[in-house]
Every structure is written in C-alpha cells, then in structure tokens.
C-alpha cells in the first residue's frame, strides 16, 4: 500500500500500527486533526520517508478547500495551510465586515468552482439555478503572517460562562497535549468533559477550572466508555451535546444556593476555585473566616464537626445541605463555645470600654496579641511549615491594611492633619496616650510588625525544617530568648502601659499563644502555663492585677482547651461578633470620636452600648462592603 486518506479517529487507530514500507504519502482530512497527533505523525513522515498532507474541507465544498504542503507539516502541523489552485479564503467578523489584519479571528468564508450547487429539498430543487460559488464553512480561523490559514473553533462549538467565551476545540486540544483522551462539550450554564480515562477525574476538573480562570462548580468531568460517532467515521457532536446539556440539566436541580458553603469557602479563602483535596488550613484560612464558616455549618447542621477545619474540602462539602433541609435546631440549646471565641470577645469588648469610658478595664490589647499568636499558630502554621510566608503575610495582614489605609486616608482627607507615623505603621514608636484620639491605632502598627517578624523565620529552610518538627519546643525557647532581649534593650523599663507596643514585647505576648495551641498533652499544658506565669512575672509585674488577671485568665483558658456550654443562640452572636474583631477595632474609635461628644451628659454605661452597638453596626456593614469589593476584584482580575 502506498498511500492513506485517514479521518482524525483512524489516525488514532494507526498510531500504534508499523507502517508499511512502500507508503509514500498520507492525506488528511475529515475533520480537525488533532495538533498533537498531527505533530506526531509529522515527524513520523520525516524519519519513515514518507509525505503528510494536513487537508481542510467540507462536503459542500467538493470535499477539499486547502493544503498544507508536505515540506511545511513539521512546523505548521497546527494549521489548514492555504487554499487549494482556484480557490480563496477570507475572513469575516461576527457584523460581516471583512477581516484584513492577520491574527484576528473571524468565521472562514471559501469561494471557488468547487462549492457545490446546494441541497435539493424538493424536486424542483433540482431544475433551480446555480447560486454564487461561496460557501459558509462555519469555522472561527484566523490568517497567519505567512498566509496559511489555523481554525480556532466552530462557531457552534463555543459557550459562554460568566462572561468568559470558551473554544470547546481549544480545551480539546489542551486535554489532548496534557495526555487525557477526551471530548469537550457543554452549555451557557457549564463545561462538560467526557473523558475516556475515568482516574483524576477531580483534579482535571480542578485543573481545567484554573486553566479557564471558572469556578470548579461550573465544570462537569463524565466518564465516556463508547465514542458516539458518524456514518463518515467522524465524532459526533451533536450526541455528545444532547448529553451534556442532559447532565446539566440533572446538576442545576440539585445546584448550591447562592449562600453555600462552596460559595463562602470561595470568599473566605480568596479563590475562585477551590482545591477539593487540601483542607481549609491548608489553603490559608484565617481566624475570622474560620468563624464565618464555623457559623454557617452550626447554621445548616445543628453543630459544626469537630476538626472541620482540617477536612479535605470535598469531604467538607459533602457535609453541607441547602437551605430548605437545614437542622433546625432550638436557639434554646446548649452548644459548647471554645475559649479562644469568648477570649476574643471579651478581649474587643474591654479595648471598646477602656477607651470609651474611664473604667479600668485594662487587658485586651494584651489578650489580643497572645489570641494573634495562637490564630497564627492553628490557622497558618501549615502554611508557614511549607515555606509560604507571603500566603501567611497576606491571611494576616491584607484585611486589616486594607481597611486601616482607607480609614485613615479618610481621616487625613477630611480631619487633618495627621501624623505621618499612622501611614508608616511606626505609630507605636510615639509614647503619648490619647484614648479618645487615633492613638489606639498602635495596635495596627505592632500587629503588623510582629507579624512579619514572626514568619521571617520561617523563609530560611533550615529553620524552618526544625520549627516544623518541633514547634512547640521552638516556641518556649524563643519566649525565654524575648525576656532576654527586653532585659537587655532595657524594654522592662518602658511602662506597662506602653510596653507591648513595641514589638519584642509584643512579641512574647503572640509567642504564648503560639506554644498555647502548640501544648497538647497535660504535662505540655502545665510547662506552658508556668512558662507564662513567669513570663509575666519577669516582664509584666509592674502591671496592675487587674490587668495580669484578664490577659492570663483568657491565656489560661487556651491553653487548656476549655469549653463553655451556652444557649445556641448565644454561640451564633459570639460567633457573629468574633469574626468582625478586626472591624470593630478599627471602627470603634471614629464612633467613638462622632458619639461620645453628644452623649456627655449621659451614663458611662449608656455611652459605652451606644458606642458597641454602632460599632457593631458599621463593622458588619463594612465586612460586608469589604467582602463584595475582594470578590469583584478577585473576577475582575481572574
């Protein structure tokens, strides 16, 4: 035999067949040839001695519009080539103005004596005259600077998913080059794989997902075990699209609502698509989003599970039911809250009043930086263990930058001036104290810094290999290694009140919450503990014992693990309110500065639930802004 005209599905059939030694050329055509087979059986032709002709037509065209010549195949393997002698290509754009520039992509129009009379539908069909020698081919191309011709797609073969167009050929053809063998289809509503290789099945849908920058949910991977093809040996499409819009439209009925866990996961890890494999953890989850999502499953489940957090997220959501089948479970209920969750409120309640009123209900900002070291330890110590400093720096720190920048280039537009300090994050640095000023905003400044100084460590491999192993071991000696320094540097001397504003002091205070959640068995618990206590003795004990007693009850409570049973309803706002902390310390001091004036004459107590309710007020109003913004940012930019 010296010479085959295959269709695309026999080149796959012959690829693995020995060619016979008198073969002296190939023809192509039949549909697109895979660029991938089309390559191979290029450099095929090279080594054997034999020619590839890559051919274009249709059947109403005769049945071949172009070549791509022999000598061209190894290179231009991916195109149609050029018009065959008597024939002509142009392009035209979806208003049917011709296309001049190459590069643009447009439907291919063929004109030449081939094209074929028409389609008699009746038997004076047949007596009707010839039309114009044009031909619609129904192909997206695009013309290359040499002249030759690349089909990018059929103009029946593209959907539209959130305002994305996408190539059903073009993912085809990047499945092909990626080694899956399979077929694209789909609807305006989702992507269909059918694939012939059923393993992987959730990370080609990840994959695919990230490649075309589409929520996981909006691609469906289905097995395909029989090809469904033409008479002509081609594939066919049409039965390949009558299923996947079968198979969307059995996943629309059971679609998420608009509030489901995948959506909230989305937001709170900042992803548009997720990694079903790793946990949330693992993906960066951070103290506030953990409680938004421990809400929502106590909301749909009666009580969230324990270790949720350190699920695969496919398992997670599995877990998840819709609204209308939610546990509804009585408010009245008893649920368990962790100690950490009533340490946060309590410690953001007693900043509000200290700076509110004049009652002495010091503590808070103590508490909340050994509460940063132990967020930091549970939600980010994954992360930090594999290297990823700037995913921690970002978790940490991205949230309240953001939302402190826009804060105070408010207050300096509109109440200047304002010192430079605030915008340098040094403000901590200033010893004044002005409750009732910007002056509370030290808090921004330190948190900022000890956090960067915290995961610096852990951008040296070698270091950071031997905190992994030994966390909480690491943690202990770094905290006898803080007092050292403070003694040294003299930072013992520095008041109470101004102390852990600096940042090695502060230091210390996240460092306990680090080895707090890092002390798991009961003899680690009881070192720790005795670790902080004379900690505090040896660098706080000038503190007031009001003070000591707050911070080191709410450390006490973490590090043993407690838990204290409350009505349900009760949890739900705890957890409403420990994950707007990081609003309500921003915005209680311009509440405070808009409230306190006009309520002089009244009560403190009256003043300070004001000053708490607006706050809590404008916090969830401005999560919520702020939570709309970084997720129409996040599409924009994806």
Request: with cysteine; proline share 6%.
């Amino acid at each position: 035999m010296t010479s085959l005209a295959l269709v695309p599905t026999q080149f796959e059939l012959f690829d693995t067949t020995t060619w016979l030694p008198q073969l002296r050329y190939i023809t192509q055509a039949g549909g697109r040839l895979d660029p991938v087979l089309a390559r191979r059986f290029a450099e095929m032709a090279t080594e054997e001695g034999w020619l590839l002709f890559i051919m274009y037509g249709q059947t109403e065209a005769g049945p071949r519009m172009s070549y791509l010549p022999a000598r061209d195949a190894a290179d231009w393997f991916h195109t149609i080539g050029r018009p065959i002698p008597g024939g002509s290509f142009r392009l035209i754009d979806a208003t049917g103005a011709e296309i001049d520039q190459p590069g643009v992509p447009g439907e291919l129009i063929y004109e030449g004596p081939n094209v074929m009379l028409g389609y008699a539908l009746a038997r004076t069909d047949l007596g009707a005259p010839a039309g114009p020698q044009i031909l619609h081919t129904g192909d997206i191309a695009e013309r290359l600077n040499n002249g030759y011709y690349c089909i990018v797609g059929r103009a029946s073969r593209f959907i539209k998913l959130f305002g994305l167009r996408i190539g059903l050929d073009e993912v085809e053809t990047r499945l092909r080059s990626e080694g899956h063998r399979g077929y694209a289809s789909g609807t305006d509503a989702r992507l269909v794989l059918f694939v012939q290789d059923a393993s992987g099945n959730a990370a080609l849908r990840t994959a695919v997902a990230t490649w075309l920058k589409l929520p996981a949910s909006a691609v469906l991977v289905e097995p395909l075990h029989d090809v469904p093809v033409l008479a002509s040996g081609k594939v066919d499409y049409r039965a390949l699209a009558r299923h996947a819009e079968a198979l969307t439209a059995s996943h629309e009925q059971v679609a998420p609502d608009e509030h489901s866990l995948e959506g909230l996961l989305k937001s709170a890890l900042s992803t548009p698509v997720l990694d079903l494999d790793r946990s949330f953890l693992d993906l960066g989850g951070d103290s506030l989003s953990y409680l938004e999502v421990q809400l929502h499953l106590s909301s749909r489940l009666g009580l969230a599970p324990a270790g949720w957090e350190r699920l695969p997220l496919r398992e997670l959501l599995a877990l998840d039911v819709p609204i209308s089948a939610k546990n509804t479970v009585p408010m009245g209920t008893l649920q368990e809250v962790s100690a950490d969750l009533l340490a946060r409120v309590a410690a953001i309640f007693a900043v509000i009043a200290l700076h509110s009123t004049t009652w002495a209900t010091g503590g808070g900002s103590y508490l909340l930086l050994i509460l940063a070291g132990y967020s930091l330890a549970r939600f980010q110590s994954s992360l930090l263990f594999d290297g990823r400093v700037l995913q921690t720096c970002r978790s940490m720190l991205l949230p309240i930058m953001v939302c402190y920048y826009i804060l105070i280039g408010a207050i300096a537009l509109f109440r200047p001036p304002i010192d430079p300090g605030f915008f340098l994050l040094v403000e901590n640095f200033v010893p004044r104290v002005e409750p009732r000023g910007l002056t509370p905003y030290w808090y921004v400044s330190t948190y900022v810094q000890i956090i960067l100084i915290a995961t610096l460590p852990f951008a040296v491999p070698g270091l950071r290999r031997t905190i992994a192993a030994h966390p909480l071991v690491a943690g202990c000696v770094a905290l006898v290694g803080s007092v050292v320094v403070m003694h040294l540097a003299g930072l013992v001397d520095i008041a109470y009140t101004q102390r852990h504003h600096h940042p090695v002091p502060a230091l210390q205070l996240l460092l306990m919450g680090w080895c707090a959640f890092f002390a798991s068995s009961l003899a680690q618990r009881a070192v720790v503990s005795l670790l902080i206590l004379g900690l505090w003795w040896g660098a706080w004990g000038d503190a007031p014992t009001g003070i000591a007693l707050f911070a080191l009850t709410g450390a006490g409570a973490v590090v043993w693990g407690l838990r204290v049973p409350l009505f349900r309803g009760v949890t739900r706002g705890l957890m409403r309110i420990g994950s707007l902390t990081l609003f309500l310390y921003l915005l209680h001091v311009p509440v405070m500065v808009l409230v306190l004036p006009r309520m002089s004459d009244q009560p403190e107590a009256l003043q300070l639930a004001v000053v708490i309710a607006l706050t809590l007020i404008a916090s969830a109003l401005s999560k919520l802004a702020y939570d709309r913004t970084a997720a129409r940012l996040q599409g924009l930019l994806t």
